[in-house]
């Protein structure tokens, strides 16, 4: 009988698919370099690198896209994977990208730096406005217009929103994006917003489109860059809109006049080199290059540009150790300066018009003082002590008009509030001292607001109601830091400094918290802007735009 063998059945090995080393470091380097930037974000900005987060964006993208390519070639080349690994997978990656691209586009914020990423499909019927129609909703004047600091009166009131503010939980977000750094507010018109922002060695006043999802319609560049270790960088001012012309001010005093539908240059001129400031750079402590004024503005001039009637006006200053200007007028649509007002140092607060005992006057809170102007010549009409030191206990806040001849002027460092009367005896003035309490209204860095009787303010962060009248304190509750609020009707839009938005009813009765929502990431110092349909916040690193609920 023959021997048979047994044969074992040959076993099948399976190859082991080894991952390449070098495409896996890549991609834990790419994730790792976005999450760094993300979350260092503010500190990287503000170093010797003068770091742009747009440009991350550009970097992640291109990094996404290098990387799935190589993914894709290596699965289907070299993988030796089965048809899962090697077809399926690959395929799957190329529609899912492709995908992507479809359904996604890049929103710019200026040459080809990125701001986000956003659906193709949002908000269409907006996407298709002409040109033309741009143009004309750019340069029209409605009475809906947030047009400066601070409102239309630049009063801290807003009262022609298209439907009353009842609550905050159902505003809709429309958009939430990446924006230079700096502290400047927003003006707004017919569903476009303005401001000035730092992008790298650049101070830029930028158009955004709102229906559009904040796309950059224009963005004019200045080659200037202020920059401080508390202040931090960027301008400070927010945009004056005035016909088809929009007025801004730089924190180092570069003053423009562009046209508003595109941005283009009508006039500038450099306060700094009017008043013979020299600019000085140095380092920090921390080695990061420094840019200031050779004057007491050493954080940056905050002012916002003024217009009255064919004017423009803005606070002047002058070099450390020599007399000052406290207010230049130009003409608004050529720049020719046209008087020059004052001798005393300048503050961080903006002028602005007031109607008191029956006379119009400019007034302004100075470094040390607080002055009433003749608007055709700039003469000074009064003026009343209002102690200060722009590089130290500063003049930030704007004065209030209470009634028809009585203006309230406050601050932060325990200085508190006064309220003071103007009265005319034919072309003198008369300045008399109501209350004065250092307890109330230490508005750091932000204003108050007067409202039937009633001042509110956010006092060294809490929001307080004070008696116009006594100037005691009515009630003081919330904590919302040195953020931003403004009156809209007859409710209290307040924006905290660490990002949540609350809506609180502006009344002596009691503290009365509405609704509350939460907005972006960074420090929210910037005045907020609230108009026609529209609630755009920002920080030193994002801006968000918010629809009111019209009940349609």
Known sequence: MENQEDVEPQKVRRKRIRMPRVLIG??????????????????????????????????????????????????????????????????????????????????????????????????????????DQRIEALAQATEKDFSQFLGAERNGQVNNLVAPLTTLDNIVPLFRQDIGKGWSGFAGRNGYAFTMEQRGNFECVSCYDLGDGGTLVWSHETPRRHDD?????????????????????????????????????????????????????????????????????????????????????????????????SLLAFDKLTGQEKWRAGDVGTSYSSPVKFRIAGKD????????????????????????????????????????????????VSKGYGAGAELIEINADGDDFRVETLWKNPRVLKTKLTNAVFHQGYLYALSDGILECVDAETG???????????????????????????????????????????????????????????FDKYILVRSDIEMACFQVDTGQ
């Not at 010797?48 to 894709?72: E, N």
């Not at 399926?88 to 996604?104: C, D, E, K, Q, T």
């Not at 607080?370 to 009064?382: A, E, F, Y």
Request: glycine share 10%; net charge negative; charged share 15%.
């Open 229 to 325: 270790p508390l202040g931090q960088a960027g301008p400070r001012a927010t945009p004056t809109l005035d016909g088809n012309r929009i007025y801004a001010a730089g924190a180092n005093g570069m003053l423009v006049c562009l046209d508003i539908t595109s941005g283009d240059v009508l006039w500038e001129v450099d306060l700094a080199d009017l008043l013979g400031i020299s600019l000085a750079e140095s380092e920090d402590s921390q080695g990061n290059r420094v840019q200031n004024e050779q004057s007491k503005m050493i954080w940056g001039r905050a002012a916002s540009p003024l217009i009255v009637d064919d004017l423009l006006v803005i606070p002047g200053g002058g070099p450390l150790g020599e007399e000052q200007v």
């Open 472 to 530: 005691k304190r009515v009630w003081k509750k919330g904590r919302y830091g040195h953020g931003q609020f403004l009156l809209v009707g007859d409710k209290l839009v307040v924006h905290s400094e660490d990002g949540s938005l609350h809506l609180i009813k502006a009344t002596p009765d009691a503290y009365q918290e509405l609704s509350e929502v939460d907005t972006i990431a960074g420090v929210c110092w910037n005045p907020i802007c609230v």
């Open 26 to 131: 890549v991609t834990l380097l790419l994730l790792l370099f976005y999450g760094v930037a993300t979350i260092f974000r503010s500190a990287l900005s503000d170093s010797v690198f003068q770091f742009d987060f747009a440009l991350v964006h550009i970097i992640w993208g291109i990094g996404v896209v290098a990387l799935s390519l190589a993914w894709v070639v290596w699965l289907v080349f070299s993988s030796r994977g089965g048809l899962f690994l090697s077809r399926v997978l690959p395929a799957m990656i190329v529609i899912l990208a492709v995908g992507a691209l479809v359904l996604y586009r890049p929103v710019f914020t200026g040459g080809m730096k990125i701001s986000r990423w956003e659906p193709r499909f949002w908000n269409a019927t907006t996407l298709t406005a002409s040109a």
């Open 361 to 408: 006057q400019i007034v302004v809170v100075n470094e040390a003082s607080v002055t009433g102007h003749n608007p055709l010549t700039g003469d000074v009409l009064w003026s009343h002590p209002w102690p200060g030191n722009s590089d130290a206990d500063a003049n930030t806040s704007q004065p209030v008009l209470v009634g028809e001849n009585q203006v309230l």
